[in-house]
């Protein structure tokens, strides 16, 4: 009976990522490169718009300088990449200075809107702290135009948080894995803070979704070994275990993960498709290090209202993964993983590229 229930909820959720994208195409990887490109913002703290000042930026580095510096960075960013898909990792509005929630997500998410590039996001710690609560939150975020996010999986009646679902590429047009997916994407709802009286701190990944992960990744894996990419706000505590000898970027700030480690990551490594987790949160870090065959990386802040560090660039996270070409000249599956990011200066100057993975 087990079997059939896993049977079932897979085939619910394989329906619903192809019919419900809202008007848009399925995911999948570019006929003519052979590449799926996303683009990562992290911690836009969006809240009021012109009348929201920045933070820690330089007397003389924007003379007027508010949200709208948030809104042309992404728009630069979305011009310069031309993203397959764009991901948005949480504190997308910073509620405490936010008036009205919902106004602030239309203007946070315009430039993605207007893009009609596909879209997800998750949520952080601050987005439920205005306006709505968090699952109305996510519940304005599910219904605007080109966004691909879910309140929850289908077909998955009990699990902890909102904005836990994944999402499928499939290969390009013309080869051997147009109807198969080739990369798996999974996004998850990290928490806010801890409802346990006796855990201080942050809230963290609980079994209900850690059950649910496990579940579609063992699904996934019996049609394709395809590689997986994890996206939410939080960092997990083993983001704790580099220093400046094991990771590309920089690390700035203490590492702000749950003061309890619910395990997420042996869970990940024990299911064996995902290769790099993405998460925003520590403004100040933007590094990307490697344990136990998972990448662990940050994006850095990219929000104007976000903390940041005065003469430190806002950035953002860049993901290209790429397919390897088969003797007859068409696409085949997954080589290789690459990331840098850019900085939101003159020339979105591009630092710190390397692959994360490669099939070799």
Known sequence: MAMKLQIVFFFICSFFILTNTKGIQQLRFDQTKG???????????????????????????????????????????????????????????????TTDAEASMNAAFAPAISSNIPWTAVLGNHDQESTLSRQGVMNHIVQ????L????????????????????????????????????????????????PSIPGYGWIKTSQQFWFQETSMELQKNTKAPGLAYFHIPLPEYSEFDSSNFTGVRQEGISSASVNSGFFTTMMESGDVKAVFTGHD?????????????????????????????????????????????????????????????DDEKLTTIDDQILWSKN
């Open 149 to 196: 996010s879910l309140l929850n999986p289908p077909g998955f009646d009990v699990i902890d948080g909102f904005g836990n679902y994944n999402l499928q590429v499939f290969g390009s047009e013309g080869s051997d894995f147009v109807n198969n997916s080739i990369l798996n994407l999974y996004f998850l709802d990290s928490g806010d803070y801890s409802t346990v």
């Open 35 to 97: 590449e799926f490109k996303i683009l990562q913002v992290a911690d836009m703290h969006y809240a009021d718009g012109s009348k929201t000042p920045c933070e820690d930026v330089l007397p003389d580095q924007f003379p007027h300088c508010s949200d709208l510096n948030t809104t042309d960075f992404i728009q630069r960013m979305i011009d310069a990449e031309s993203p397959d898909l764009i991901v948005f990792t949480g504190d997308n509005i910073y509620g405490p200075d």
């Open 144 to 147: 605007m135009k080109h966004t």
């Open 283 to 343: 403004h100040l870090n933007d590094f990307c290090g490697e344990l136990n065959g998972i990448n662990l990386c940050y994006a850095g802040g990219f929000g104007y209202h976000a903390y940041g560090k005065a003469g430190w660039s806002r950035r953002s996270r860049v993901v290209v993964v790429s397919l390897e070409k088969e003797s007859n000249g068409n696409w085949g599956e997954v080589m290789s993983i690459r990331t840098w990011k850019r900085l």
